[in-house]
């Protein structure tokens, strides 16, 4: 399988996650506070378990959709800071713009520069224009990110496998949620 290629924004690298490679990051990203109160608790508790998570969510998403979620890398020291890229999501007609950072890097610009980097990316190469993001109701952050981005509020919807409802955004013209 070939992987995507990596893209640049100013400051960061996003390049595709490899399973021997992101274990150990990905674990600590997994278990950060600010993810498993935003994102969710996704029961990686071991480097193996990681693994197999890049393994069947990531590598997969490369194989079956041509995107996924990318390792975040600072260009100035290839510090490893998180993650972003897009997700297929039953209930959304279209890709969704994630993105994740570890604690210690939160605050900074990052996940909104890699935000921005993504949606560019999947306009110009991989010509996809009917894009959508999701929050927790009263992530306030994330939805700044999202509105900053161009996507529009779109209400609250009960999106399949999710225990809560989802905050939904969409860029301009893109289909309704149902």
Same mark, same amino acid.
């Given at each position: 399988?070939?992987?995507?290629?990596?893209?640049?924004?100013?400051? =960061?690298?996003?390049?595709?996650?490899?399973?021997?490679?992101?274990?150990?990051?990905m674990?600590? +990203?997994?278990?950060?506070?600010?993810?498993?109160?935003?994102?969710?608790?996704?029961?990686?508790?071991?480097?193996?378990? !990681?693994?197999?998570?890049?393994?069947?969510? #990531? +590598?997969?998403?490369?194989?079956?959709?041509?995107?996924?979620?990318?390792?975040?890398?600072?260009?100035?020291?290839?510090?490893?800071?998180g993650?972003?890229?897009?997700?297929?999501?039953?209930? =959304?007609?279209?890709?969704?713009?994630?993105?994740?950072?570890?604690?210690?890097?939160?605050?900074?610009?990052?996940?909104?520069?890699?935000?921005r980097?993504?949606?560019?990316? !999947?306009?110009? #190469?991989?010509?996809?224009?009917?894009?959508?993001?999701?929050?927790?109701?009263?992530?306030?952050?994330?939805?700044?990110? +999202?509105?900053? =981005?161009? =996507?529009?509020?779109?209400?609250?919807?009960?999106?399949?496998?999710?225990?809560?409802?989802?905050? #939904?955004?969409?860029?301009?013209?893109?289909?309704?949620?149902?």
């Amino acid at each position: 399988m070939a992987l995507p290629q990596p893209f640049e924004s100013d400051r =960061l690298r996003l390049r595709p996650l490899q399973a021997e490679q992101d274990a150990l990051p990905m674990l600590a +990203l997994l278990n950060d506070p600010g993810f498993l109160r935003f994102i969710g608790d996704r029961n990686v508790r071991s480097a193996q378990q !990681a693994r197999d998570y890049i393994t069947q969510r #990531v +590598l997969h998403s490369y194989a079956v959709n041509g995107f996924g979620m990318y390792a975040i890398e600072r260009r100035a020291d290839g510090a490893w800071l998180g993650n972003a890229g897009l997700v297929r999501r039953d209930g =959304l007609p279209g890709p969704d713009i994630g993105y994740a950072l570890l604690s210690a890097h939160a605050g900074q610009g990052y996940a909104g520069e890699a935000a921005r980097a993504v949606l560019q990316h !999947a306009r110009t #190469v991989l010509g996809l224009h009917d894009l959508y993001g999701i929050t927790t109701p009263g992530h306030t952050v994330s939805a700044r990110i +999202l509105l900053g =981005l161009g =996507l529009q509020a779109r209400g609250q919807v009960q999106l399949p496998g999710m225990p809560a409802p989802s905050q #939904v955004f969409a860029t301009d013209g893109a289909p309704p949620v149902a």
